[in-house]
């Protein structure tokens, strides 16, 4: 059936973009969305179960428990933690002019995006302006220097 829609949408569509082109459209629009939901975590969401915020067709951190930002690992280089009861996970952005990130080695790679979204990174650091990676093995020092929200960590 996702064949069949692409399909439709590619041959079919009255608009001039290209289905690559509303991917891309909606993948920044999700990264958008989504890095605005992470800058307004606080204190106060921090060892809280979160309600998450609709993206796409789902809805993402979704009774994730907010563990903190990690900090001091490069100009630009943002690092939310979060758990559930059997599972840690880094969500990963670094800003336009900043330092790229090392990426863990890992037998499951991080996706770009959404999990709405999931394509796989394969890259082996996070660049500066690229999409939201989501680190499904987060490194143990980057649990070792959450910070507190705020002046220190934006």
């Given at each position: ?5 692409v ?6 569509s ?7 082109d ?6 920044s629009?999700?990264?958008?969305i989504?890095?605005?939901y ?6 106060s ?5 979160l309600?998450g ?11 994730w ?17 979060f758990?559930?009861?059997n599972?840690r996970?880094?969500?990963?952005w670094?800003e336009e002019?900043?330092?790229?990130l ?9 996706y770009?995006?959404?999990t709405?979204?999931t394509?796989?990174?394969?890259l082996?650091?996070?660049l500066?302006g ?6 499904p ?14 002046r220190?960590s934006?």
């Amino acid at each position: 059936m996702v064949i069949l829609f692409v399909a439709n949408s590619c041959c079919f569509s009255n608009s001039s973009s290209s289905i690559v082109d509303r991917i891309e459209n909606t993948r920044s629009s999700d990264d958008a969305i989504l890095i605005d939901y992470l800058k307004k975590l606080d204190v106060s969401s921090i060892g809280k179960k979160l309600t998450g915020i609709k993206i796409s067709d789902d809805i993402e951190l979704e009774g994730w428990i907010f563990l903190g930002k990690a900090v001091g690992f490069g100009k630009g280089v943002n690092i939310y933690l979060f758990s559930t009861a059997n599972e840690r996970v880094a969500y990963i952005w670094v800003e336009e002019g900043g330092d790229p990130l090392q990426l863990p080695d890992c037998e499951c790679l991080p996706y770009i995006g959404s999990t709405t979204m999931t394509q796989k990174y394969t890259l082996k650091s996070v660049l500066p302006g690229n999409s939201v990676v989501i680190c499904p093995c987060p490194k143990k020092s980057w649990f070792n220097s959450i910070g507190r929200i705020g002046r220190d960590s934006h």
